[in-house]
């Protein structure tokens, strides 16, 4: 017995001796060579990459995603603010408020709606593309819907809610209502006008006419403007002197045009989105890729929005 466990223990003294150097076995971290640091132009190429990919994708994300929250939300307050003039009968009527004060850019002028294609909207006062993020616009070198002359709404086919981008599918006959501060008028589309085809004849001595106008082709790829004419099937209504002529209006307020007014505000976004793709790039090197993308990503992404609001601005204001 005594022989049989000395030969046991002798037999496992060797493997408890190995198990006992596996413990003691300490794993020496390879050291990693560290990568040779960028070049300040291969820095440079790397933040100008990340500052185009920034503004690139939120810029899409502002025209086909946020932009349709934007208009809803500016199309609520709109309602309300009309609908409360509509009822203390201070809506303006014409390039002046009830107060004699200006109307300004932005005001609700009328509703407008188009059974045919389901449209409700609160018409602004203004064509700028900056007014037309909250919805259609009237222009303002001509009369009021409902008034005696012709009438003139722009509206964007595809970003900010796309309001007119069911226009192509009116047909003849089918009715436009509009109220504004002097009643409701309906109005009986007489034809969908694409840019060459022929305009129709002049609206008759004390009548009143309605072009709506919006960009025509592929969504966000306008290859032009397409016009729907409508004439008014009720009793026009006589309205004041407009405070600008075709000549006068400014050019931000004309077909496909943009609106460069606050490009300095789009100049101070793009700065403070240029300083934060140079930080990344520094943290990048200095942090890691992980750290540096949850540090600077979300005002990265903030301001990138910011500044693609401002770039949405020199845009055409039909798109």
């Not at 500052?51 to 899409?60: A, D, E, K, M, P």
């Not at 595809?158 to 069911?166: E, L, N, R, T, V």
């Not at 226009?167 to 589309?189: C, K, N, P």
């Not at 750290?291 to 929005?305: I, Y």
Request: hydrophobic fraction near 50%; charge should be positive.
């Amino acid at each position: 017995m005594t022989s049989a466990a000395t030969t046991v223990d002798r037999a496992s003294t060797p493997r408890r001796s190995s198990m006992k150097l596996r413990r003691r076995r300490e794993v020496v971290p390879v050291a990693r060579a560290d990568a040779p640091p960028l070049s300040p132009r291969l820095q440079l190429i790397r933040a100008a990459l990340m500052l185009v990919f920034v503004l690139s994708f939120t810029l899409l994300l502002q025209l086909m995603v946020i932009s349709s929250f934007q208009h809803g939300a500016a199309q609520r307050r709109a309602f309300d603010g009309f609908r409360e003039r509509l009822a203390l009968g201070t809506a303006p009527a014409g390039p002046v408020d009830a107060d004699g004060a200006p109307v300004p850019l932005g005001a609700g002028v009328a509703y407008l709606e188009i059974r045919a294609i389901g449209l409700q909207q609160v018409v602004l006062e203004g064509t700028t593309s900056g007014v037309l993020f909250d919805g259609p616009g009237h222009r303002r070198d001509t009369p009021l819907p409902g008034q005696i002359g012709t009438s003139v709404i722009f509206g964007r086919r595809a970003a900010f809610g796309g309001p007119f981008s069911d226009l192509t599918d009116l047909r003849a006959s089918d009715v436009i209502t509009v109220t504004t501060g002097q009643g409701t008028f309906d109005y009986e589309v007489i034809g969908v006008r694409h840019e060459g085809d022929p305009a129709p004849d002049p609206v008759a001595t004390g009548r009143s006419r309605l072009v709506l106008t919006t960009a025509d082709g592929t969504a966000f790829l306008p290859s032009g403007v397409v016009r729907v004419d409508a004439d008014i099937i009720t009793d026009p209504v006589v309205g004041p002197a407009r405070a600008f002529t075709a000549a006068t209006l400014p050019a931000a307020e004309r077909a496909m045009a943009g609106d460069s007014s606050t490009l300095w505000a789009f100049a101070l976004w793009l700065q403070a989105l240029i300083v934060l793709a140079v930080g990344a790039v520094w943290a990048w090197h200095r942090w890691g890729r992980a750290q540096a993308w949850v540090v600077f990503l979300p005002p990265m992404m903030l301001v990138g929005l910011c500044a693609s609001g401002e770039v949405a601005r020199l845009l055409p204001n039909l798109l």
